[in-house]
Each structure stands twice: as C-alpha cells, then as structure tokens.
C-alpha cells in the first residue's frame, strides 16, 4: 500500500482566487442600495394592500416613480472601467 503522506503532498493544490468577470462599479461613495429598496418595498407593499383592501375596482399596480424617487438613493448609478483605466484590476478583485 502507498504512503499517503507522499500522495496527498502531490495532490494538494492551493485554493484559486475569485475575480469579477466585469469591472462594474458604484458610481458614487454608497456600497449598496439595500437600505432604499427595502424601504421602496414596504411602501409598495403598503399601497398595493391597501388598495386590495379598500377593493377598488380601479386597481392598478403603482409605478415606482410615484412612491419613491429613485434619484434620491443612496447610489446614483454605475460607471464601467476600460481595460485602459489604472483602476482596471483594482475593480475586478472581489
């Protein structure tokens, strides 16, 4: 029977590192939006319950620019590095 010690010593492998496939980013200081979706979301909520409710028989959905601006999130958009950028491969590590 083979040593295992020699065996697995060969077959050990270091573990890779993950890279983003796209070097997308937030455009502004904010890491993430998810405080204002959540809220966005309860409104929503709130308003379509409340509607179903009150059974109203003109009952439409309502659009999202009538119960939340969505320019006053915390994140305004995304910016897209060329691979031209010095910030290329900063914004493609995870």
């Given at each position: ?49 409340s509607?179903?409710?009150?059974e ?11 119960i ?27």
């Amino acid at each position: 029977m083979p040593s295992m010690s020699s065996k697995g010593a060969e077959s050990r492998q270091t573990m890779s590192r993950s890279y983003k496939h796209n070097a997308i980013t937030g455009w502004t200081t904010a890491k993430s939006e998810k405080e204002d979706k959540r809220i966005h979301n309860r409104r929503f909520r709130r308003r379509t319950c409340s509607k179903l409710i009150k059974e109203t028989e003109d009952y439409l959905d309502p659009l999202p620019d009538e119960i939340t601006n969505i320019w006053n999130f915390a994140k305004d958009g995304k910016i897209r590095y060329s691979p031209d950028s010095p910030y290329y491969r900063k914004m493609l590590r995870k």
